[in-house]
């Protein structure tokens, strides 16, 4: 055979060759395997936790509160300072254990504990109302409904931070104190 037979011939199979190579079967693509059912549980593994509330939004406010588990979720107790007096202010959970914003802004959006999520709704502000004296503390003892403390359940709120929303003139449901749950 000459060189010049032998191309077509060559061209041939190199063609076969690379004709094999595109109908072959493809590999499954990787896929991530389905998120795990939210859990939400009645019970965490942690006896206590506690919060250090440190001022923000260039507040005076501060405080230290104890949480416990109770029926029906959490316990909240301790005092805080440095408030509006006589005001009328907001406890809330937020999705972030992250105080370090000025504003706290960085503890993300409100969490619901009994959803296990961020909360989708806003509400008339009586779930987690405290009011200061006339020397600006407030001493709260509250229930954060639904909440667990430990075991890393969609509920558990070890992590999160507890804010204090003020009545600071001016600047109504600001952002006054910041303190990230955790366990003693």
């Known amino acids: 055979m000459t060189r010049m037979t032998r191309l077509p011939i060559l061209a041939a199979a190199a063609a076969t060759l690379l004709a094999g ?29 506690i919060a250090n509330l440190a001022s923000a939004s260039g507040s005076l406010v501060s405080g230290r509160v ?8 959490v316990r909240v107790r ?23 914003a000025v504003d706290a802004i960085s503890a993300g959006p409100e969490f619901d504990a009994q959803q296990g999520a961020p909360s989708r709704q806003s509400d008339s502000g009586e779930r987690g109302r405290i009011v200061a004296n006339g020397s600006g503390v407030a001493t709260l003892d509250l229930l954060l409904p639904g909440a667990v403390l430990g075991g890393g359940a969609t509920n558990d709120i070890v992590g999160r931070a507890l804010l204090i929303l003020g009545a600071t003139p001016g600047a109504i449901s600001a952002r006054v104190a910041c303190g990230i749950v955790q366990v003693q």
């Open 21 to 49: 190579c595109a109908s072959a079967p493809r590999p499954a693509a990787q896929t991530a395997p389905p998120p795990a059912a939210a859990t939400i549980a009645s019970t965490g593994t942690a006896q206590g936790a």
């Open 66 to 73: 104890v949480l416990s588990p109770d029926v029906g979720g």
């Open 78 to 100: 301790g005092e805080v300072g440095g408030l509006v007096r006589n005001g009328t202010h907001n406890l809330r959970l937020h999705a972030r254990g992250d105080c370090s």
